[in-house]
Structure formats: C-alpha cells, structure tokens
C-alpha cells in the first residue's frame, strides 16, 4: 500500500466532532446520524459518513473533441445515442431537484466536452431563469469558445475553467492528439474579454511531455490574472494506463515551481474546494503575483470533505469520482411526466448519495493500492 500522505484525506478529529465534516479517521465507523438519514426533512444529499453534497457536477455529454492521452484513447470511445443523453429539459428540471429540494448550492457544467452540445447556449439560459442567483461554471477544452463565450456570458453563465496543460504547440498535440492550441488561446483571450471571470486554467502534468513546463505556464496565466490549477493524474484512463509510480506527485508540482517562485500556502479557508491554494511570488520579492492551486486527489486527498454529487451525460447518480456503483434517475424521469413524479426522483438521488463510500470508491483512500479497482468509466464519460 502506499503510505505517501494518504492519511491527509482522512482527518484525526474523532468522528463528528465539531467542524468537521465527517471526520472520517481511518477505521471510522459510518456515521447513521439518522436526523441526516435521506427522506429526512432538510436532509439534502448526505451520505453514510456525515458529508453533505452542495456542489452538483452536470455532465452534458460524453463527446469530446479533443483525445487527451490521459482521459480518451486514440479512436475515441464508442459515443452515446442521442436519445440516451438527458434533454435540455431534464437537465432544467434535474437542477430544480437539486435546488429547490436538496441543497444544491453550485452547479458545474462538464462533460466530455460540453462546447460541443447545440443547445448549450439554451440550457444555461434556462438555468439561469429559474435560478436568479445560482453559481454556474462550466468546465471546457475551449476548442470552440472564441466564437461562443459571448453567447455564454450574455445567457447567464458566471465563469469558466479552461483545461490547457502546455503553451507549447508540439506538446498540446503530444497530449491532446490535436493541433488546436490557438484555438484555446482565443477562447480564453474571448471568455476573459466576455467578463467570464476568474477564469481558471486547469493543467494536468506528464512525465517527460510537459511537467517542464508547469512555471512558465503559471508565470503566463499570472500576467493575465488568471488563477492557474494544477490536477494530480487520476487513473480514470479510458487506456488503464495509468501508474502510481508514473504520475507526478503534488509535492513534485511544488518543487517544480519553486524553481521560479515562492508558494506560500494562502491563508483563506479551504472551505470545501479540492485545490490547495499557494500564494504565489518571485523569490525575494514582497509583491504578491496572485494564486495557483494544486488538486492532490491521488497524494493528498480530501474525501473527507467531499462535497460533490455527479450526474453523468446519461443521467446516472455518481456519488464518487471513483465509484463503480451509479443509480439511473433518467429512467424515473421518463416513466413518469407529473410534476408529482418530483419526490421519488429527489428520494432515489438522496439514496445513491448515501450510499457514497468512504475514499476513492472504496473503505479507504489508496488509488495506487492492489484493492482499488479503476471505473469501467472513463474521466470524459463520468463528467470532471
Ligand atoms: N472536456 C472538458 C475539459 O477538458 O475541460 C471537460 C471535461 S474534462 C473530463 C474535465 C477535467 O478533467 C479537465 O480539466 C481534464 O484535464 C481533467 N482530467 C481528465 N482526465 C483526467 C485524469 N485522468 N486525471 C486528472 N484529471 C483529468
Ligand atoms: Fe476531452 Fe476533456 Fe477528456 Fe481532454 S480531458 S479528452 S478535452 S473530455
């Protein structure tokens, strides 16, 4: 088993003590707390361990344009039917649930790659009708977002991640098997000019392709003011060929951009967000250049704190990143057409929630360990 922090995911306060949520200690039991229980008024999404869902991950298809050596294979994957995708329609009435009846505080628009949906402009829309003040990102490839971030902006959308992992074109098409670097520059370049703020560049490092790269990459989106994230590699490989060995670490990430600047780590509350965040500045220097998070989900991860419920493309429940169990709530929506129908939908949600387990999809955190079994998914199919 590997040992490398992954005790951090798991704090040591006992469980339920005050403040934390969960405290999942390794060996913990499950807490019933069954005032939480699914069905309970006010219960919103809580699992078995005490943790509260707020933060709802929408995948809006499975479809990609890009084939990221880390996520897709070469040929792409065999995509789904378009009559098995949710409609904008029960993606409108699925975030109703979450809001109005479970405690949904954010939404997060994913996918594969979501740009890539006909009727997106549309679905933000009428998201944003219904919920005047919900936050709404959306996470994208931004292959595609130069002629759209307008758009995106005027219907309701509040900001954007962009996943770009290298400034360098012949790297870009190392990792993403396509040449379209200068398309993702312009779609940032356009979001920013749209007021699609902070926009926040999510960057997975390779050995020996582009972890080379990681300061001045940072160095680019601190002129720029864009906050910068670095994402551990997770093994959710559609190729399996993910290794604990081959990845590169969190404290390695740390190291690398201590070449050229100083991280402190910032003194905001974490409150919940996956990404430790650094303040960032030259060394010797007083001036504060700005942040850069790093999400340590494989090194130092933070289970324990998991606020996040998933809803794939499809419209499956998944309560873990990493879980091999998903709760199929499209069927219920279309069995029945009556608002009445509302409830059971929200109550087989909660139950898959509850079910969450503990770290990683397992008892335990460990991606690297012989029991952890990778998701028949892939990270484009699950929706990041
Ligand atoms: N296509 C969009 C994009 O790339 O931003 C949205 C979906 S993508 C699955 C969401 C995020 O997951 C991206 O930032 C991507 O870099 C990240 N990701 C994909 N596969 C990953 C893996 N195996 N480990 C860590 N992050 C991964
Ligand atoms: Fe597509 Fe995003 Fe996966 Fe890359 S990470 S292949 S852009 S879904």
Request: a neutral charge; proline letters at 6%.
């Amino acid at each position: 088993m590997n040992t490398e922090r992954v005790s951090l995911g798991m704090p040591a306060a006992p469980p339920g003590a005050p403040g934390t949520v969960g405290g999942l200690a390794d060996g913990a039991a499950p807490r019933p707390g069954a005032a939480l229980r699914p069905g309970a008024p006010g219960s919103g999404l809580v699992d078995q361990f005490g943790r509260v869902a707020t933060d709802m991950r929408l995948s809006l298809t499975d479809k990609c344009n890009l084939r990221c050596s880390y996520c897709m294979p070469a040929e792409g994957l065999a995509w789904l039917a378009k009559a098995k995708l949710l409609t904008a329609a029960e993606i409108v009435r699925l975030v109703g649930l979450g809001v109005d009846r479970l405690g949904v505080r954010e939404l997060r628009l994913t996918g594969g790659e979501p740009l890539v949906r006909a009727d997106l402009v549309e679905i933000i829309a009428a998201l944003r009708r219904n919920h005047p003040s919900l936050p709404i990102s959306l996470t994208t490839n931004g292959v595609g977002l130069a002629g759209k971030a307008q758009a995106l902006a005027d219907a309701g959308l509040s900001r954007l991640n962009v996943s770009m992992d290298t400034l360098h074109h012949d790297a870009f098409l190392q990792l993403t098997r396509r040449p379209f670097l200068d398309q993702v520059l312009a779609g940032i370049e356009a979001a920013d000019a749209a007021g699609l703020r902070p926009i926040k560049v999510n960057a997975v490092l390779l050995r020996g392709v582009n972890e080379g790269h990681a300061a001045e990459l940072l160095g680019w989106c601190l002129e720029r003011g864009y906050e910068l994230r670095f994402i551990e590699q997770m093994p959710l490989d559609a190729d399996h060929g993910w290794t604990r060995d081959g990845m590169i670490t969190a404290a390695e990430i740390r190291e690398l951009l201590a070449a050229s600047f100083e991280l402190v780590p910032d003194p905001r509350a974490r409150d919940g967000a996956p990404a430790e965040r650094f303040e960032v500045r030259r060394h010797g220097s007083p001036t504060l250049l700005g942040t850069v998070g790093i999400i340590a989900s494989v090194t130092e991860p933070f289970c324990a704190d998991c606020r996040r419920t998933r809803i794939t493309a499809e419209g499956k429940v998944m309560s873990c990143l990493f879980s091999r169990t998903e709760v199929d709530l499209l069927a219920l929506l279309r069995a029945g057409s009556s608002p009445a129908d509302d409830a059971a939908v929200a109550e087989r949600w909660q139950d898959a929630m509850w079910a969450k387990p503990r770290a990683h999809g397992m008892g335990h955190p460990g991606l690297g360990d012989a029991d952890f079994v990778q998701p028949d998914r892939s990270m484009s199919a699950i929706g990041g």
